[in-house]
Nanobody, 123 residues
Framework: QLQLVESGGGLVQPGGSLRLSCAAS????????IGWFRQAPGKEREGVSC????????NYADSVKGRFTISRDNAKNTVYLQMNSLKPEDTAVYYC????????????????WGQGTQVTVSS
């Protein structure tokens, strides 16, 4: 069974940090680009960041540039999203998704999705 499982979410104060993990089981991430998306209550799902299959291409939404860093460890079959200087507007359910080779800004282009992890930024 092909699965992506996110972890690392939680409650953090503004200015704090979290590291999200996206672990794959049932398949290897070596051939896949991984995107992180988020969805806040009452809002549409939006792309946050993406890393290509090789790791050579990394994209970020303007709202998180300079604060979030995406990375991958293919040996561990895991992709990470390091989130620093968190703001209340970062509060959302965060999802990771996989598609072959290259990143896409469109959620509909991804083949596999995790169940999501809640990130809440609040004092």
């Amino acid at each position: 069974q092909l699965q992506l499982v996110e972890s690392g979410g939680g409650l953090v104060q503004p200015g704090g940090s979290l590291r999200l993990s996206c672990a794959a089981s049932g398949f290897t991430l070596d051939y896949y680009a991984i995107g992180w998306f988020r969805q806040a209550p009452g809002k549409e799902r939006e792309g946050v960041s993406c890393i290509s299959r090789s790791g050579g291409s990394r994209n970020y939404a303007d709202s998180v540039k300079g604060r979030f860093t995406i990375s991958r460890d293919n040996a561990k079959n895991t992709v990470y999203l390091q989130m620093n200087s968190l703001k209340p507007e970062d509060t959302a359910v965060y999802y990771c998704a996989a598609r072959r080779d290259w990143c896409s800004a469109y959620a509909s282009n991804y083949d596999y999705w995790g169940q999501g992890t809640q990130v809440t930024v609040s004092s």
